[in-house]
C-alpha cells in the first residue's frame, strides 16, 4: 500500500496559477500509473490528469487541456499538478491517487488502488 499526501491548495485570484504536490510512502510507487481527480462541492469526483508509470503516456480532462500538467520525480517520490490559468470552475478539492495494476484507462476512477485525503483549491472570480 502507498500512502499519499496532498498539498499546495490555497486560494488564488482567477487566471493564477498553483503548484500540487503529491508526496508518496510506503510501498514502491514508481513502477505504478498516478492520476489526479476533483470533486466540487455537490459534484462526482472527476479526472484531471493522468500519467502512465514509465511517464511516456499523459492524460487530461478536455477541461484542463492546455493549463494543467501532470508530472513525477521518482527519487522524490512525488507526484505535481501544475495548474495555470486558473477558473473558478477549477474550485474542488484535488487528489492524487496509485494504479498498482497497470490498466490502460487512467480517465476511470474505479482503476485506482489508493488515494490521498485531498487538498482544497479555491479560485476567486
Known amino acids: 500500500q502507498v500512502q499519499l499526501v496532498e498539498s499546495g491548495g490555497g486560494l488564488v485570484q482567477a487566471g493564477g496559477s498553483l503548484r500540487l504536490s503529491c508526496a508518496a510512502s510506503?510501498?514502491?510507487?514508481?513502477?505504478?500509473?498516478v492520476g489526479w481527480f476533483r470533486q466540487a462541492p455537490g459534484k462526482e469526483r472527476e479526472f484531471v490528469a493522468a500519467?502512465?508509470?514509465?511517464?511516456?503516456?499523459?492524460y487530461y480532462a478536455d477541461s484542463v487541456k492546455g493549463r494543467f500538467t501532470i508530472s513525477k520525480e521518482n527519487d522524490k517520490r512525488m507526484v505535481y499538478l501544475y495548474m495555470n490559468s486558473l477558473k473558478p470552475e477549477d474550485t474542488a478539492v484535488y487528489y492524487c491517487a496509485v494504479d498498482y495494476h497497470y490498466h490502460s484507462d487512467l480517465r476511470q476512477r474505479d482503476v485506482y488502488d489508493d488515494w490521498g485525503q485531498g487538498t482544497q483549491v479555491t479560485v476567486s472570480s
Open positions: 500519467m502512465s508509470w514509465s511517464g511516456g503516456h499523459t
Open positions: 510506503g510501498r514502491t510507487f514508481e513502477t505504478y500509473n
